[in-house]
């Protein structure tokens, strides 16, 4: 950074200052703690007292806090992400459950201190979302939402049934890091074809006169981003093959894992027998994962976005896996 020609090249520049922060932040952490802990040992060798017990209580809840972020041992997991939501089986509910989903990782963004920014929005007819696409920015992103890459179900007494019945949704999550260009992730301009269209707002407002809307097709796998929110058809493109790149990297690492059964087997069809976590509203309360078994009663809590014990949990079971 003290380079003369550091700030030639403003976004490089800004990302290695956003990286650095994030390194800085993290070691005054750790150094922070290992002073608290040298005084609490001259503290231990004074006479035993309650304001002792207290300050260890507080030094356990600050490690604990900080070893989390050791579980952030993949190659993007302190990188950014896009978090993209689609309605699966079930109609109307499964669109109203896909809003719910939005709120509860919009929800627990605030609280992690993450940047959730809309992309891409497809409204239902008559209530939720078809699909969504975020990209979420800050400390972890990546590492703290790729716990949520699946198929979520819902069992709940339907809101839109006027006989009250229960019923079942589903939703699939993409959680895709965002990559800059790296061997992996190198995309030939051949294998693209690039569309342009007149963007427009919901429900057909706003209609642009410029065609600044972008629609992107990777014809090797057939992979389709599109975007355009942004103001302009150079930034909308931009912002389509981060997304682009992200979801051929997840490809790459599912073929390494030899979990791959065609070229979108990573995707899996939001309906039965294939989701990751479950959500029952009726006739009982309960969230469970289906991975790490982790489960919760307090379902309130987890739709509000304090997803955190599931989010550990995965990360735990996916160390324990190798």
Request: overall charge negative.
């Amino acid at each position: 950074m003290n380079e003369p020609s550091f700030w030639a090249d403003q976004d490089n520049a800004k990302k290695k200052s956003k990286r650095r922060e994030a390194l800085v932040q993290e070691v005054q952490e750790w150094e922070g703690l290992q002073k608290d802990i040298g005084t609490l040992i001259e503290m231990a060798q004074e006479e035993d007292n309650e304001e002792l017990k207290k300050e260890f209580d507080i030094l356990k809840a600050k490690f604990e806090a900080l070893e989390f972020f050791v579980l952030f041992s993949g190659d993007y997991d302190k990188s950014d992400c896009i978090l993209a939501i689609h309605a699966g089986v079930g109609g109307t509910e499964a669109q109203d459950w896909a809003q719910m989903l939005l709120r509860m990782y919009l929800r627990f963004c605030e609280r992690r201190g993450l940047s959730a920014r809309m992309i891409e929005e497809s409204r239902g007819a008559e209530a939720g979302i078809k699909s969504v696409v975020l990209e979420v920015s800050g400390r972890g992103a990546y590492g703290w939402l790729k716990s949520e890459r699946g198929v979520h179900r819902l069992v709940r007494i339907s809101p839109f049934d006027a006989e009250k019945m229960r019923h079942t949704s589903f939703a699939l999550v993409e959680v895709l890091p965002v990559l800059e260009e790296v061997k992996e992730t190198e995309i030939d301009a051949k294998d693209l074809r690039i569309d342009t269209y007149l963007s427009s707002g919901h429900g057909g407002q706003s209609v642009q006169t410029t065609y600044s809307a972008v629609r992107i097709t990777h014809i090797p796998t057939g992979i389709v981003v599109t975007c355009q929110n942004e103001r302009s058809q150079q930034q909308n493109k931009e912002t389509a093959m981060k997304v682009l790149r992200g979801k051929l990297h997840i490809l790459a690492e599912a073929a390494q894992e030899k979990e791959l059964k065609n070229v979108r087997g990573e995707y899996k069809e939001a309906a039965w027998g294939n989701q990751i976590r479950s959500y029952v509203l009726q006739p009982y309360q309960m969230v469970k994962d289906t991975r790490s078994k982790f489960e919760t009663s307090d379902t309130g809590a987890v739709l509000d976005g304090k997803i955190e014990p599931f989010v550990e949990a995965y990360l735990r079971w996916m160390k324990e896996k190798k």
